[in-house]
Nanobody, 124 residues
Framework: QVQLVESGGGLVQAGGSLRLSCASS????????MAWFRQAPGKERAFVAT????????YYADSVKGRFTISRDNAKNTVYLQMNSLKPEDTAVYYC?????????????????WGQGTQVTVSS
């Protein structure tokens, strides 16, 4: 059984930064792609970013491109999301997820384990 534990969320002013972490256990972390999704109040969960098994390829939603950076440390079984220049519309619960394979995608059904989520609130 895979367990994912997110941390690093909180309240920040617009223009500020946060770094989310997601620690994984129970699976060969370095074999699988990882991703971050987010769910804003009253909205569907949406793709944010994904990273391949070795960190060689990353992909971002247009809404965060140039502001957010996904990375991973396979020695620590951890994936990160550095969020800069935060905007009020980035307010959401952020979830990390493990892909079913070595390459991620934008679709939720390509991920089979999810964390419990961490709240990010950006004030204007």
């Amino acid at each position: 059984q895979v367990q994912l534990v997110e941390s690093g969320g909180g309240l920040v002013q617009a223009g500020g930064s946060l770094r989310l972490s997601c620690a994984s256990s129970g699976r060969a972390f370095s074999t699988y792609a990882m991703a971050w999704f987010r769910q804003a109040p009253g909205k569907e969960r949406a793709f944010v970013a994904t990273i391949t098994w070795n960190g060689g390829i990353t992909y971002y939603a247009d809404s965060v491109k140039g502001r957010f950076t996904i990375s991973r440390d396979n020695a620590k079984n951890t994936v990160y999301l550095q969020m800069n220049s935060l905007k009020p519309e980035d307010t959401a619960v952020y979830y990390c997820a493990v892909a079913k394979g070595s390459f991620g995608s934008l679709k939720e059904y390509d991920y089979d384990y999810w964390g419990q989520g961490t709240q990010v609130t950006v004030s204007s």
